[in-house]
Nanobody, 129 residues
Framework: QAQLVESGGGSVQAGGSLRLSCGASGFAHGDFSSYCMAWFRQAPEKRYEGVASIDSFGSTKYLDSVKGRFTISRDNTQNTLYLEMNSLRPEDTATYYC????????????????????WGRGTQVTVSS
């Protein structure tokens, strides 16, 4: 059973930076490199929002509001997904979740919650003004 564990959240002032990590294990089909991975976030009383995704080939997609500020990356040798967040804004405040597309096709179908079958428990990011 796939397990995803996020870390690296915290509280920062606007303009600050954080780096989130997600350790992955227990994938049933192939190794970590075979899976499309993504970060989502959910602010209080708001819907889940796809922040960024990365496929097996390193191709990435981003939510428009984070382009140029956030960078998603992966280390397949360490089974770890990262999200580097710079120039943070109060509106980035949310719980951030790591997610994996369990179809293991290598590429990413999209950045919708329905495309991802495994989720971590989340890590809180709070940005103060």
């Amino acid at each position: 059973q796939a397990q995803l564990v996020e870390s690296g959240g915290g509280s920062v002032q606007a303009g600050g930076s954080l780096r989130l990590s997600c350790g992955a294990s227990g994938f049933a089909h192939g190794d970590f490199s075979s899976y499309c991975m993504a970060w989502f976030r959910q602010a209080p009383e708001k819907r889940y929002e796809g922040v960024a995704s990365i496929d097996s080939f390193g191709s990435t997609k981003y939510l428009d509001s984070v382009k140029g500020r956030f960078t998603i990356s992966r280390d397949n040798t360490q089974n770890t997904l990262y999200l580097e967040m710079n120039s943070l804004r109060p509106e980035d405040t949310a719980t951030y979740y790591c997610a994996a597309d369990l179809r293991a096709k290598g590429y990413c179908f999209g950045l919708s919650t329905r495309d991802f079958g495994a989720w971590g428990r989340g890590t809180q990011v709070t940005v103060s003004s």
